[in-house]
């Protein structure tokens, strides 16, 4: 019997658990020790449910299980969350007298902390007769794995001496409920005690240092890591290039890799990838990701995570479709995590049918999915569709976050359909989205592009903080809506502020100066970008400056600017020339500018009709005749169309024939 007791505990350890079976279902007598050598096997290897039946065939064999049975089989109740089970080998315990065995009433602590029963545990821990530090630890991991972390806390301090893994359990509580202040007092004050931190200490304070940007205490943090030799152990040297990374520290995140790239040790590589895709550094990521092949490092779902973040932070398509077929032909095509950013590059690239196509491949589309093709949708101007998307997350209750909520906000901004954006601000507002600066300052932007200035001036008001973004769309919104002094004066705040506008806000700018004919005040903004803000002019700053200058009647001076710009004049800047001309009758300009436009585009109907209405200003009837001639025999244009917002969708209307 003892000989094919040890055979079962053999075999276990082996993990040839049929070989183990056979052997107890061959002895001709068994005993306690049996009973308890097969039930312990199943339940070190992970059976659970296994283990449960043995047990209760050994109660129907009438056979008395030891300490060490019923041990093995509260832990099998403990992993399966069998509290019924459970019960009854308390009973049995309180039965057969046992209740000054520590080890099994810890077994029997830990069974009710893991089926989510803290009142039965705790009346366990109190009518304990001996505790010893595991009881301690496993009734305040109970509460911290809950959330209960002032009775965690009430506990801790009634805690004779704790080690380690009493302070560990209490900081990884506060870390997992974000409590970053609590984290490090509790840090402090295990040192104070003269507890050193330990492999397990290390990673969690310092992921909790990351996630709220607290570099100098990482940084001490560090020191400590030095200093007690922790600098070897991977999973702490891990955590330190995380928390420089989120910090954006990226040159001590590199330094700190450096140390360590001649080990094979894929998380570590990755999380320095990760440090590069976060940090947008595409060209030093690329470089890693070769020397990880050089160093033959096989590359997993998080390795090609960083890559796509890569291409989509870089819009390169080429790439990315290389990567693509990596990470299909290493198996990867069925990882969520990954198909849902390929939805996101896809769609970042404008290839919004294969961003669809990969979507609907996808057997649970998570956040991710849903905003890169909302997004995708939004930037290729299709705004309904991307409406019509966030609808269905609602109705098919997806998880989202702010990033989701702000990009069906553009659409809003882009359809002008404030009915919908003022819904998608109540839906902010109950989620608790409103408080995010994204939202906020997407809200702004709706309201003011949608007419509503004064929402918009309201929310723009109440903001603790305001970047760039937010307070160029209040300059956008009052200069859209014929605000130009309004939008001057926003401007004028920002820079004050010192908040640095962009080329973005400095348009806006230009354009409310045009709408209002403020032309001097338009030339300073103009040289200002380059001489104060160092920004060069693009095509649109030109663009508003040379139709502010015509309409003014300053042809010369409009012709002057054409020729000192960077690139050649385009239609939309030779048109606005010409509606200048037909407005102050200017035919001599006309004739040129007119020249210039059907050199780019010949067959341009628009081109003759402005010319003719030039001619008709001046009572030059024929020559005007001629130009609707040339019109017609062209060909027509697609007649235009405009729309209004009826019950929150846009009804186009057509124009009629005159």
């Known amino acids: 019997m003892f000989v094919a007791n040890n055979l079962i505990v053999i075999y276990a350890d082996c993990r040839c658990l049929e070989c183990a079976k056979q052997v107890f279902d061959e002895m001709p007598d068994k005993n306690a020790a049996s009973w308890t050598s097969l039930i312990s096997c199943y ?35 403990a992993v399966q969350k069998n509290m019924d089970m459970g019960r009854v080998i308390h009973d049995l315990v309180c039965r057969y007298g046992l209740l000054y065995d520590v080890v099994l009433i810890n077994s029997i602590l830990h069974m009710y902390v893991k089926c989510g029963s803290l009142v039965d545990a705790r009346q366990v821990f109190d009518e304990m007769p001996i505790r010893n530090r595991a009881s301690w630890n496993i009734m305040i991991a109970g509460y911290t794995s809950e959330g209960w972390m002032d009775e965690a806390a009430r506990l801790f301090d009634l805690m004779p001496k704790p080690d380690v893994v009493s302070w560990n359990t209490m900081i990884a509580g506060y870390a997992s409920r974000n409590e970053c202040q609590l984290v490090q007092e509790c840090v402090f004050l295990m040192h104070k005690h003269g507890v050193d931190l330990d492999q397990f200490t290390f990673p969690c304070v310092l992921e909790v240092c990351g996630s709220f940007g607290v570099v100098e205490f990482g940084k001490q943090i560090h ?66 990701v070769s020397q990880m092949h050089n160093h033959g490092l096989i590359m997993d779902s998080f390795t090609y995570i960083s890559i796509l973040k890569a291409c ?25 995590a990954l198909g849902s950013l390929l939805v996101y590059f896809y769609a970042g690239c404008g290839k919004i049918r294969d961003a669809w196509k990969f979507f609907f491949c996808l057997p649970d589309p998570d956040v991710v999915a849903w905003t890169g093709l909302i997004s995708g949708c939004v930037q290729q101007g299709s705004n309904a569709v991307a409406i019509s998307l966030f609808r269905d997350m609602v109705r098919l209750d997806v998880e989202m976050d702010h990033f989701v909520v702000s990009s069906i ?14 819904q998608i ?10 408080l995010e600066a994204v939202t906020q300052t997407a809200l702004v932007d709706m309201y003011c592009k949608s007419g509503e200035v004064e929402d918009g001036e309201v929310l723009f008001e109440n903001l603790a903080q305001r970047d760039t973004v937010c307070w160029t769309g209040m300059i956008t919104g009052c200069a859209r809506h014929g605000r130009a002094k309004e939008a001057i004066h926003y401007f004028q705040r920002m820079v004050d502020s010192g908040v640095e506008p962009n080329d973005v806000t400095f348009a806006s700018v230009l354009s409310a100066c045009r709408h209002a004919g403020l032309t001097d005040e338009a030339w300073v903004y103009f040289r200002s970008m380059r001489e104060k803000h160092g920004l060069t002019p693009r095509r649109e700053h030109y663009c508003c400056m040379v139709d502010l200058l015509s309409q003014a009647g300053s042809f ?4 002057r600017l054409i020729l000192q710009m960077p690139f050649e004049p385009d ?29 780019i585009t010949p067959r341009d109907t628009s081109v003759y009709i402005m010319l003719s209405n030039i001619y008709a200003s001046l009572g030059m009837w024929a020559e005007s005749t001629r130009c609707r001639e040339m019109v017609k025999s062209i060909g027509k244009n697609v007649a235009g169309s405009s729309w209004i917002e009826v019950r929150g969708g846009p009804l186009v209307m057509p124009c009629l024939k005159e």
């Open 571 to 599: 239609e939309t800047i030779w048109k606005s020339l010409l509606g200048a001309c037909r407005i102050h009758g200017n035919l001599e300009h006309g004739n040129c500018v007119a020249n210039h436009l059907l050199a």
């Open 312 to 336: 989509i932070y870089e819009l390169n398509f080429g790439l990315g479709q290389q990567v693509h077929g990596l990470i299909v032909s290493s198996g990867f095509q069925f990882d969520i």
């Open 43 to 77: 339940t070190r290897l992970g059976m659970p449910e296994k283990a449960l039946e043995v047990f209760e065939k050994m109660q129907l064999e009438r056979e008395e299980p030891n300490c060490f049975a019923l041990a093995s089989a509260a832990k099998a109740c």
């Open 556 to 559: 010369e001076k409009a012709e």
């Open 409 to 422: 906000l553009k659409a809003c901004s882009a359809l002008a359909t404030l009915e919908v954006g003022k």
């Open 223 to 288: 020191a400590y890591v030095i200093r007690s030799g922790y600098e070897s152990n991977f999973f702490v040297a891990t955590a330190l290039i995380d928390l420089y990374s989120q910090c954006n520290c990226v040159n001590e995140a590199h330094k700190l890799f450096i140390s360590y790239s001649t080990h094979d040790y894929p998380p570590l590589w990755n999380c320095m990838l990760a440090c590069y895709a976060n940090s947008g550094q595409s060209h030093d990521l690329l470089n890693l």
């Open 425 to 434: 601000h109540a839906f902010a507002i109950k989620v608790g989205f409103d």
